[in-house]
């Protein structure tokens, strides 16, 4: 879209021309013109005019015109918040645009999916296409985008709290408005810069880039603009409460007439629960000021919260689900309600986990590095064509000089030179994705095995800091002493992870030797303090010794009796049982646990090397079947739902 100084002087001129008696074709290029300038101002006028052409490229079948027309949907089922549909609309422009190698629109399309997958907390696939649409943007000389994309960026890395790439982008994208010379690009970028220098604690700087922003709206009469304004601008000085409150309405009183739905509206009303709480902590001071009484503020912040929470959950925006949760565990420790501030921080930190994760930060550098990535494989891409044709010029010489025997022998000799540098590459290559498969191994390893205790440590902790009223002193205690014997173990099992980890990632393979059982079974009894409410009971012979190598063993064990620990959390009298004995010639390692049993088919990867692993589940399965099939150790499996148990069995022959 191109978007300048005199916008709302061009969208004068078109809705008058758009009256008069046109052809069809001059009708439908100033609707079209309307659809984009009606996309950033007013997403009903912009859904209005795109029926319109849609309704002309059916009369007259002018299906390559239909890609750049359904962007008009797009824009407006993003602006609706209605994603899933905005998604669909957008798949079917992108294929017109790519056919008709329109790369201009195709900027819009990459830009619009980049945004619809923000707006859904999806950030790699979002910084993904982001990147994308400025490639496209830059060589159509598409501004608007390139802006748009940078400025969508830096706000997108100040979700991440990443300073320093916030204020990269950002300034890019003021760099691309000014050259464009777009007061509408301009507005957003200063609004944007604000809002992450407020972020950052430079208030000052941020009020006066607040400003600008609002100056720039306001030339331009931009509802749309000032609604996204007041919602971030509110939130700069909270200690003016009802500045900051009256800015919110004015928000709100735009949202809710252009876009009920829209992700900003989702921010606005959880900035509204905030400012209720805050009036209901200092009502002395601001019940003249107000129109509800003291008992009412509350029961205000829950409604904004669930307002908030239910647009964003029904459009699976998980981000500000999350945030959500965290402002409504605060309201229930105001009520001094135990049982909703543990739901709500529960489903806070169950949902903060499921999209701030490490491999989804390094999905994000990754992406963020693939421009750099894709232009080295275009130079490798173009080498390798030189090779060929070295390697052709080759056989052409070999077939013009055959009747010179000496020239002939040596460009022979060179020939298989060049084979067996050839074989050497592809060795090293070979043992080279060798060495990172293990070493992709060994981290999940640590990954998967120090998990659970980390998160336990981090729940006994964080519910210390947060309520500590809600604790009597004996619980006190009791956790402090569960947290203590939690950290120390931790700490021992880290160790013992990193120096086993050290040791084998050269070569992945066991050191056997004969180990006591009851040493093996009392390391990991240890790993296990954090277990409180399960039976854990382990049977060991004194003088019985097993000859395997220990930490692959350990960490066997650590992951089935973890998967036994996640699969009790809701069982009555949960029990896990560990006993080891030998008999004929093998030595038998028993780990059963009453969870109810389960369908046998989820533990199918213990068998089959070529099942997925999940994001978030399955690579403790993965981790024993490679470590069993290293020490030689048979693994079955027997789960009973009517019996309610299930029975892992290790079979360990004698040496």
Known sequence: MSLFSQEFSKLDFFRTESRKNNTDEKQFELQQKLIEIYRIYNPDSCFFYTQKNLQLIKKN?????KGKTLLGLVGYCTEKNKLNEGLKFNKRSLLINQKNKDNYNLADNYYMFGRLFHQKGEHADAVKNYMIAIDFGEKSNNLWIVSSAYRSLAFLYLDESNEEKSYENINKALAVAQKAKSKEALGFCYGVLAEIERNFQKFNEAGNHFKIAYQYFDETQNDYGMAWLYTNWSLLDITRLMESYAMQLKAQNIWDKISPDHYMSVVNHYNMAYSYMDFYKDYDKYKGQLKYKRSELLPKAQEEFDI???IAQKNNNMQWVMFNYS???????????LDAYVKNITQLYTTRDSIYSQKRKNEIAKIESQKIVNQKNKEIALNKIIIKNKEQEKIYYLLGLAALFVIGILLFFLYRQSKKNSSRLQSLNQELEKANKNKMRF?????????????????????????????????????????SDSADQLLTQMEDLLLWSKGQMENFEPNKQFYSANEVFDEVKKEFVWVSNIDLEFETPSNLKIFTDKEYLKTILRNLINNAV???????????????????????ILIKDNGGGTNIEKFQALYDDKMSIGTTKGLGMHVIRDLCKAIDCKIEVDTNVEAGETRIMLCIKKV
């Open 443 to 483: 981290f999940g390893i640590l990954n998967h095995d120090l998990r659970s205790p980390v998160v336990s440590l981090i729940h006994f902790l964080n519910l210390q800091k947060d309520a500590p009223e809600l604790m009597d002193d004996e619980t006190k205690i009791r956790l402090e002493k569960q947290t």
């Open 327 to 337: 402002g409504m565990a605060e309201l229930s420790k105001t009520k001094r309600d």
């Open 61 to 65: 079948n002018w299906q390559e015109k």
């Open 566 to 588: 996640k699969v009790l959390q809701n069982v009555n009298q949960p029990h896990i049982f560990c006993k080891v004995w030998e008999q004929g010639d093998f030595h038998y």
């Open 308 to 310: 908030s929470k239910n």
